[in-house]
């Protein structure tokens, strides 16, 4: 756990040294249609660092793969994305998901 902030740490450092909101954007490749988290548009909405990190997110690296149905029960985007704070996960699918 330590260690996991201690990175964290130097990551968010890193972030500010190469100018770019947070973790800048991260892609979820998936079959169905990448998804790309954008730090810009969550942190612009006013979301602090600390909603998002170092729970439920790490780094990329340190990613635990979250099903569509784990996300409907409020894993990960799910949080969030539940119908109340923000469009739900139930649908919407093309608002996340971009089809190659
Ligand atoms: C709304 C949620 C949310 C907020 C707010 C947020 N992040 Fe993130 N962050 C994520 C997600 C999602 C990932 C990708 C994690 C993964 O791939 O499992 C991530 C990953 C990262 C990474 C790692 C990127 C990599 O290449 O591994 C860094 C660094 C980071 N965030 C920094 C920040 C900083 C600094 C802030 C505040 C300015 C911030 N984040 C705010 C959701 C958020
Ligand atoms: C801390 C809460 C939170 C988390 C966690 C979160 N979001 Fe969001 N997100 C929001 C809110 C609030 C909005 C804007 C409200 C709305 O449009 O319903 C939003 C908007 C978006 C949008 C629309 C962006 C735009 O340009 O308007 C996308 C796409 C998105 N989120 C993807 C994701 C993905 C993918 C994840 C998980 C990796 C995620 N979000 C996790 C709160 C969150
Ligand atoms: C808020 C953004 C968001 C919305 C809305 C969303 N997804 Fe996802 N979806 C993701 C992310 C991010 C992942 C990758 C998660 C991971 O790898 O940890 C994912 C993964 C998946 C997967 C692969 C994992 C699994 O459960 O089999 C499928 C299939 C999928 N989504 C389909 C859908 C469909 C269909 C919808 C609409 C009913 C939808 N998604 C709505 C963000 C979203």
């Given at each position: 756990m330590k260690r996991a902030i201690l990175i964290l740490s130097i990551l968010f450092v890193a972030s500010y040294v190469f100018a770019k909101?947070?973790?800048g954007d991260v892609v979820f490749k998936v079959g169905y249609g990448d998804v790309t988290f954008s730090h810009e548009r969550h942190v612009e909405m006013g979301f602090f660092c600390n909603m998002c990190h170092p729970e439920p997110y790490v780094t990329k690296e340190k990613r635990k793969k979250v099903t569509m149905s784990e996300m409907n029960k409020g894993k990960s985007c799910g949080k969030c994305h539940?119908?109340?704070?923000?469009?739900?996960?139930?649908?919407?699918?093309k608002t996340c998901h971009v089809k190659k």
């Open positions: 909101v947070g973790g539940n119908g109340k704070e923000a469009f739900t996960t139930k649908g919407n699918c």
